[in-house]
């Protein structure tokens, strides 16, 4: 079985509890990364994946990985490091959600800027799978309060984030700890040069995975996205959906739950609409189908299986609520639009952290995806009046109204009140309790466009990247910390042969600051100069005195007062009453060596291979991993 004839998970020798959650979570099929990504590492292999967000990497490694936990062994078999305390705690609850019917099955994040003891609690009481930040991690090895002698799997997610952020020593140091016959999955949406390094020094005779790029060109359909993630996007939808003129319309999203979930809310808002999805007996799907081309309805919430094939002239739009995992996936979407010669829309979701998608579906696609605006609380309040009074005039050129008059008139009479007034009372019952004008503000921000948007985030999947912020900051002229910011001191400079991105790195973690607000950077002999948004709360910078970079405490002081606005939520939110962290990260303790014989890797990789098989055999209920021959 090769992973273009992978349908379903249940194809996959994943145990029945995991296979049990995927159906509550509704996932239909696996994404191309997990059906390339799954067999791979239930065998035993080493994965060296090229994939981004959007993906469904998460679950390519997360699957596997719990399907070979043993739930009886407490120590840590499963070490997940990854760039920032989001994306641990994200990859956190996805194990939890896939485990969620692996009785006594424990997850634990650990990152910078969290008290320690609770952490140090939860990895005593025992944990299976430990995911954190490389300071963090490293703190805790140090400490002795996280052991990984057990460890029987490793994984890298977004390698090349935590190589622009500077980690990547913290990550070699952590590697250079763990068993030598450990399992290692490394995850990068790009392959750098120094990642490549660490693959072929850390990683066994590695399986290489990429998604495939189909290129096809979209001349008929207009794109267009959208940057919104999270519960906005149901606002953003429905605005849309008021704006904008079509004709019939699929929304894609990628889950069964979600089909009929957002299928109820549209409804619920006053949509002719329906959900499709893998779970709909085929009568059902192609009945409504039949209703779509018949325009008794005019939206179906699809998944990408259900709507496979389908052919209804009537689709004006098509809407990619959810980011296809692939750009082959996308490029099916958007040709339920645009057929028989006519013109199409599509129109595309993109969270900020799928902005590398964005780009490979432009390149897929040879075109530009333009970034639309959203209508404005005007032209929806516009539209809406718009429409009562077309209400009024149809109901006045076709209904027969006679009854109507006299009642109006009796009223008018009798309580002798204007027929204006007593027009708008009857407008105000129709409406019931919702609001009928928009109040909130438009979700539009003034000024923003795709080359900002690019360039916010990091500017994810599109040069100039971290990296050349970084030498900016270095270079640009001295002359006071911008708008918003306020100027620190390090105590940590050249001499200890410090970099922007350890810096840089160490900050977004301990202070929770997302590094597109830290400002520039000036590393002198002895110390740095550092600016950073002006409202650092009084336990951060506590905090911050006493993290460690390049073997130096920071010991961060204020050099002048910043003059300007506060910039507000630039710092994450901590929790109320958490104690100051004792963090003595990035240790000036010499780092031990990296250099790692290689001999012995084939033997090692066979024997681990043959160490799975014995203990998915221990397991019951667990389906066996699947035979195929070991290539190592
Ligand atoms: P990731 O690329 O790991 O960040 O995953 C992106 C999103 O896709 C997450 O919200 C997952 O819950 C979702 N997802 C991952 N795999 C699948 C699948 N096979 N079917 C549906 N949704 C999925």
């Known amino acids: 079985m090769t992973s273009d004839t992978i349908s379903s998970f249940s194809q996959l020798a994943l145990n029945i509890p995991l296979l049990k959650a995927l159906d509550e979570v509704g996932y239909e099929t696996p994404s191309p990364i997990q059906a390339q990504t799954i067999p791979l590492l239930l065998e035993g292999r080493d994965v060296l994946g090229q994939a981004q967000t959007g993906t469904g990497k998460t679950a390519a490694f997360a699957l596997p990985l719990l399907s070979n936990i043993d739930l009886k062994e407490k120590d840590p078999q499963v070490l997940v490091l990854a760039p920032t305390r989001e994306l641990a705690i994200q ?96 995850f990068s949406a790009t392959m750098p040069q120094q990642i490549r390094r660490i693959a072929t020094k850390y990683l066994n005779e590695p399986e290489q995975v990429t998604i495939k790029v189909k290129t096809a060109t979209a001349d008929t359909i207009r794109q267009r996205f959208w940057p919104v993630s999270g519960v906005h996007k149901l606002d953003a939808l429905t605005r849309i959906l008021e704006a904008e003129p079509f004709d019939a319309m699929i929304i894609f999203v990628r889950t069964k ?94 969270a900020p952290r799928e902005k590398r998608l964005l780009h490979s579906i432009e390149k897929a696609t040879k075109q530009k995806i333009e970034m639309m605006e959203l209508p404005s609380t005007e032209i929806i309040n516009d539209k809406r009046i718009a429409k009562f009074k077309q209400r009024i005039t149809d109901t006045l050129a076709t209904e027969e109204l006679g009854m109507f008059y006299q009642m109006i008139e009796q009223y008018q009479h009798e309580h002798n009140v ?85 810096i840089v790195g160490a900050i977004a973690n301990e202070a929770g600051i997302d590094s597109q607000y830290i400002g520039r950077i000036n590393i002198h002999d002895e110390y740095t100069m550092i600016d950073l948004p002006a409202d650092m709360p009084k336990e951060i910078f506590h905090d911050l005195k006493k993290v460690w970079v390049a073997g130096q405490q920071l010991k961060i002081s204020r050099v002048g007062e910043g003059d300007s606005q506060p910039a507000k939520r630039k710092y994450s939110k901590r929790k109320p009453g958490r104690k100051p962290t004792d963090d003595k990260s990035r240790s000036d303790k010499p780092r031990a060596s990296k250099s790692k014989p290689k001999k012995d890797k084939k033997k090692k990789a066979k024997k681990r291979a043959k160490d799975k098989k014995a203990k998915g055999k221990r397991k019951t209920g667990d389906a066996k991993p699947k035979k195929r021959d070991n290539k190592t």
């Open 91 to 186: 990859v956190a609850e996805a194990f939890q959600k896939y485990a969620s019917h692996m009785k006594g099955f424990h997850v634990l994040p650990i990152y910078g800027g969290q008290d320690y003891s609770g952490q140090i609690r939860a990895l005593k009481r025992g944990v299976h799978v430990v995911v954190g930040t490389p300071g963090r991690v490293m703190d805790h090895m140090r400490k002795g309060t996280l052991k990984l002698s057990n460890l029987s799997a490793l994984v890298l997610d977004e390698a090349d984030e935590m190589l622009r952020m500077g980690f990547i020593d913290d990550v070699e140091w952590i590697l250079d700890q763990t068993p030598e016959d450990r399992q290692i999955a490394l």
């Open 257 to 350: 739950t979600a089909t009929v979930e957002l299928s109820d809310k549209l409804e619920a808002r006053g949509y002719s609409v329906a959900a499709i999805n893998g779970d709909i007996p085929q009568k059902q799907r192609e009945r409504t189908i039949d209703q779509l081309k018949q325009s008794k309805i005019d939206i179906l919430v699809a998944t990408d299986v259900a709507a496979r094939g389908l052919d209804v002239q009537r689709i004006s739009h098509v809407f990619n609520y959810d980011i296809p995992y692939d750009t082959e996936a996308y490029i099916h979407r958007i040709g339920r639009t645009g057929r028989a010669g006519r013109k199409g829309d599509a129109i595309l979701f993109v």
């Open 418 to 502: 204007p027929s204006l007034e007593i027009a708008a009372a009857l407008a105000q019952i129709l409406q019931g309790d919702e609001p009928f004008l928009l109040q909130n503000k438009p979700q539009r921000s003034k000024g923003r466009d795709r080359e900002s948007w690019d360039k916010e985030d990091g500017g994810r999947g599109r040069k100039p990247n971290r990296r050349d912020r970084e030498r900016d900051r270095s270079q640009r002229r001295d002359s006071g910390p911008e708008d918003g910011m306020e100027r620190f001191r390090l105590e940590v400079g050249h001499d200890h042969e410090v970099r922007p991105g350890n």
